[in-house]
């Protein structure tokens, strides 16, 4: 079977499980991935535009939180929500672009799994969240130490895909105006990117699904341009 037919139906089947009841719980280890990957866009953000990123939460629920302090303006504070909601694509597409061949896909995991690490020592502060990242980065690092490069290619599309496609883990959360952690009401990402810019809250959830979504068809099509086969 062709490497990208592979993707597909497991990429689908992820998106779908996503959508069922029990669908979170049964993928818990990439529904706290894509979480993680969303706080860290966040914190990354602000680090870019030259504030500072303090810590990373992830709580056992599936959420989250980045705290960041600073003083942005307007676009800067748009900014950083969008770096939350896009943080899962861009990482997703980076690994999608970075691992074309499968020669390099070992080496990939294992510099993941370092980045991993690195990320748990500097920013990651509960204890919960400190033994995901640990057990992730871990996984990640047997992996490139045992799989094959076919086989390792294959983990890291999979992997790349779920990210590109983690705005399906919570539909709901894009086109809200309000998000609950632990049991505390904040806004969205989308309605603080409305509140610092312009148009309403759903307008800039469609367009991260839809970025997402393109993006996403991008990289499968980079990813099958290697013709690689399993």
Same mark, same amino acid.
């Given at each position: 079977? #062709?490497?990208?037919?592979?993707?597909?139906?497991?990429?689908?089947?992820?998106?779908?499980?996503?959508?069922?009841? @029990?669908?979170? #719980?049964?993928? @818990?280890?990439?529904?706290?991935?894509?979480? @993680?990957?969303?706080?860290?866009?966040?914190?990354?953000?602000?680090?870019?535009? =030259?504030?500072?990123?303090?810590?990373?939460?992830?709580? !056992?629920?599936?959420?989250? #939180? !980045?705290?960041?302090? =600073?003083?942005?303006? *307007? &676009?800067? +504070?748009?900014?950083?929500?969008?770096?939350?909601?896009?943080?899962?694509?861009?990482?997703?597409?980076?690994?999608?672009?970075?691992?074309? +061949?499968?020669?390099?896909? *070992?080496?990939?995991? !294992?510099?993941?799994?370092?980045?991993?690490?690195?990320?748990?020592?500097?920013?990651? *502060?509960?204890?919960?969240?400190?033994?995901?990242?640990?057990?992730?980065?871990?996984?990640? =690092?047997?992996?490139?130490?045992?799989?094959?490069?076919?086989?390792? !290619?294959?983990?890291?599309?999979?992997?790349?895909?779920?990210?590109?496609?983690?705005?399906?883990?919570?539909?709901?959360?894009?086109?809200?105006?309000?998000?609950?952690?632990?049991?505390?009401? @904040?806004?969205?990402?989308?309605?603080?990117?409305?509140?610092?810019?312009?148009?309403?809250?759903?307008?800039?959830?469609?367009?991260?699904?839809?970025?997402?979504?393109?993006?996403?068809?991008?990289?499968?099509?980079? &990813?099958?341009?290697?013709?690689?086969?399993?």
């Amino acid at each position: 079977m #062709q490497a990208r037919t592979r993707l597909f139906l497991a990429t689908s089947a992820i998106v779908t499980l996503w959508q069922l009841p @029990y669908g979170h #719980q049964l993928l @818990y280890p990439l529904t706290l991935l894509a979480t @993680y990957a969303h706080e860290l866009g966040h914190g990354l953000t602000a680090l870019l535009l =030259g504030f500072e990123f303090d810590q990373l939460v992830l709580h !056992a629920d599936g959420s989250g #939180q !980045a705290m960041w302090h =600073g003083q942005p303006g *307007r &676009v800067a +504070t748009a900014a950083i929500a969008a770096g939350g909601l896009l943080g899962p694509t861009v990482a997703g597409i980076s690994l999608l672009l970075l691992s074309r +061949t499968p020669r390099f896909a *070992r080496a990939l995991l !294992a510099t993941l799994a370092l980045l991993m690490a690195l990320s748990m020592a500097w920013w990651v *502060r509960n204890a919960f969240g400190q033994f995901f990242v640990l057990a992730w980065a871990a996984s990640l =690092g047997l992996a490139a130490r045992f799989l094959s490069g076919r086989s390792a !290619a294959f983990l890291l599309h999979l992997i790349a895909t779920t990210l590109c496609l983690a705005w399906f883990s919570d539909l709901d959360y894009l086109f809200s105006a309000e998000a609950v952690v632990i049991g505390a009401r @904040y806004p969205s990402d989308s309605a603080v990117i409305a509140q610092a810019l312009w148009l309403p809250y759903w307008f800039w959830g469609g367009a991260v699904a839809l970025f997402s979504l393109a993006m996403t068809v991008f990289g499968i099509h980079w &990813v099958s341009r290697t013709g690689v086969s399993t």
